[in-house]
């Protein structure tokens, strides 16, 4: 049993549209981490932090949306989700599967609530402009995150480059970056993520682009 903890229209949206390309069944549990206190207490016991997104897979729990799409791509290869160990695929998989994590979504953060700061040195994730820097020319080198092919990696830069570009607005727009989306977004296992996700929203909490 694959157990799913999910809130529409967050951070968690690029692990639900994951399950929907690997194909495999899975129980979806919603929290509201928006609400006024957050998620309740209780959730504790599956992510210490009241985050989203968590998998639990036949009793084992995995957080943080790095390690979740790795964890799941390996555990379902047949989807193809995840370049299997020696693809020249790989290292590049990994390395934006993390960086989306360490990276763009604290610099992300930090341009969005107004912090201000001028050395890569002062975070650990560095400037806000570098980032976008990066990413833009890892996309103007190669139709997806880690090459020719779309794996886990892919939603999870597609699913924040659409959110922070289009959503919040902190993403400057840029020509690769719009050309990317049309590839990524093109895919079906994205639309029925994202027709769910339409239909959860009248449960929760909008974020504050969609208020």
């Not at 597609?158 to 020509?175: C, G, H, N, R």
Request: glycine residues 6%.
């Amino acid at each position: 049993m694959l157990e799913f903890y999910h809130t529409p229209f967050s951070r968690s949206f690029g692990v639900h549209w994951l399950l929907e390309e690997l194909g495999q069944p899975y129980e979806m549990k919603i929290i509201d981490v928006r609400a006024k206190g957050g998620a309740a207490e209780s959730y504790r016991a599956i992510q210490p932090s009241k985050k989203v997104p968590a998998v639990v897979v036949d009793g084992t729990i995995v957080t943080e949306r790095a390690a979740i799409s790795i964890y799941l791509g390996d555990r379902f290869p047949e989807a193809g989700m995840a370049p299997g160990i020696g693809d020249p695929e790989r290292a590049p998989y990994l390395t934006m599967l993390v960086y989306c994590d360490s990276v763009l979504d604290p610099a992300i953060a930090a341009r969005a609530n107004g912090w201000n700061y001028e050395s890569s040195n002062s975070f650990s994730f560095g400037l806000f402009d570098d980032m976008v820097a990066y990413v833009e020319r890892v996309l103007s080198q190669k139709p997806y995150a880690a090459g020719d092919n779309f794996t886990a990696a892919d939603t999870h830069l597609a699913s924040s480059i659409q959110f922070t570009m289009d959503i919040i607005k902190v993403l400057p727009e840029k020509p690769v970056f719009r050309d990317y989306l049309a590839r990524a977004l093109a895919r079906p296992a994205y639309r029925r993520a994202m027709d769910k996700d339409m239909e959860l929203m009248k449960t929760v909490t909008p974020p504050p682009g969609m208020r």
